[in-house]
């Protein structure tokens, strides 16, 4: 089994999972946090640009009134696109390196 190719592709594919694993979850998360974050702020300084009072002070840091609100939401909504591209595009590229290490020897 040691002298086995198919072996050790697999392990090698095993131990690359891990890290790829994690730098994957870790662009997910972060973009998908980021374009969520530009969408709710849109949302409540839109709202704050129409004098509804929030039950908090909130404070979202986007410039512009409307014009900005909109925009921000508007680049949210762009990022989560983007990041579902990305998360297809991951997804071929892990299929090739499986691919490559567990099926083609």
């Known amino acids: 089994m040691l002298r086995d190719l198919r072996t050790w592709s697999t392990l090698g594919y095993q131990l690359l999972s891990l890290p790829l694993g994690v730098i994957y979850f870790s662009i997910a998360v972060t973009l998908s946090a980021f374009g969520f974050g ?3 702020g849109g949302v409540v300084n839109l709202l704050q640009s129409f004098g509804v009072e929030l039950p908090m002070n ?3 840091g986007i410039e512009g009134g409307v014009i900005g609100a909109v ?3 508007v680049l949210g909504v762009i990022m ?3 990041l579902m591209h990305l998360a297809r595009a991951i997804g071929r590229l892990q299929g090739k390196i499986a691919k490559r290490l567990l099926v083609e020897g």
Do not use: Q, R, Y
């Open 80 to 82: 989560l696109t983007a």
């Open 71 to 73: 925009a921000a939401m």
């Open 58 to 60: 909130v404070s979202t």
């Open 38 to 40: 530009l969408i709710g």
